[in-house]
């Protein structure tokens, strides 16, 4: 018998100083059995980086065709392509032909120059972002079934935390 997706659910609020959009989010988010906690909330700190009401999570690691998250318009169109890790240069053109913006949150520490450096694609529609945790690490120090999180950008900085702590990850901008 497979192993299904764990269930989680993630009561936001968004606090964004840098393009002053504030909202507040009700989110579930499926973790697929083989992804870590650190990843689930590497997809969670994507989703608060491009936050927008029409922002969804796909069937991600289940589906290969689908990016992590996606922005639709009413007609179905795919205005926000967004990948986690270090996506060969294939995926990248695939998704660069199928959306109007491509963002790319990678958190390899030691390997992320040396991919970034490798790629020959080149698009004013492509953003690549290196997530560093600067503070009160781990990411996944808050992950529980239900989560009520605190999300605010100030610069180049983004703040995730419950009622007790939070950690501090910068967000660096490659392309």
Same mark, same amino acid.
């Given at each position: 018998m497979a192993i299904g997706a764990s269930i989680y659910k993630v009561d936001l609020n968004l606090s964004n100083f840098n393009t002053h959009y504030y909202h507040d989010f009700d989110l579930v988010m499926a973790k697929h059995p083989s992804e870590n906690e650190a990843r689930l909330m590497n997809r969670l700190a994507a989703f608060c980086y491009c936050a927008h009401e029409d922002l969804a999570f796909t069937k991600g690691l289940s589906t290969p065709e689908e990016p992590e998250l996606w922005q639709k318009?009413? @007609? #179905?169109?795919?205005?926000? =392509?967004?990948?986690?890790?270090? &996506?060969? !240069? *294939?995926?990248?053109?695939?998704?660069?032909?199928?959306? *109007?913006?491509?963002?790319?949150?990678? @958190?390899? &520490?030691? @390997?992320?120059?040396? =991919?970034?450096?490798?790629?020959?694609?080149?698009?004013?529609?492509?953003?690549?972002?290196?997530? !560093?945790?600067? !503070?009160? #690490? &781990?990411?996944? *120090?808050?992950? !529980?079934?239900?989560?009520?999180?605190?999300?605010?950008?100030?610069?180049?900085?983004?703040?995730?935390?419950?009622?007790e702590e939070r950690i501090a990850i910068k967000m660096n901008l490659l392309s």
């Open positions: 318009n009413l @007609t #179905g169109d795919i205005l926000h =392509w967004i990948e986690l890790g270090q &996506p060969d !240069e *294939k995926r990248i053109k695939q998704a660069l032909g199928k959306s *109007k913006k491509v963002s790319i949150f990678t @958190t390899h &520490p030691n @390997t992320y120059l040396d =991919w970034f450096n490798k790629l020959k694609t080149k698009s004013d529609k492509l953003f690549i972002y290196f997530l !560093e945790v600067l !503070e009160n #690490g &781990p990411i996944d *120090k808050f992950v !529980e079934k239900n989560m009520k999180l605190s999300c605010t950008f100030e610069d180049q900085m983004m703040y995730i935390g419950n009622e």
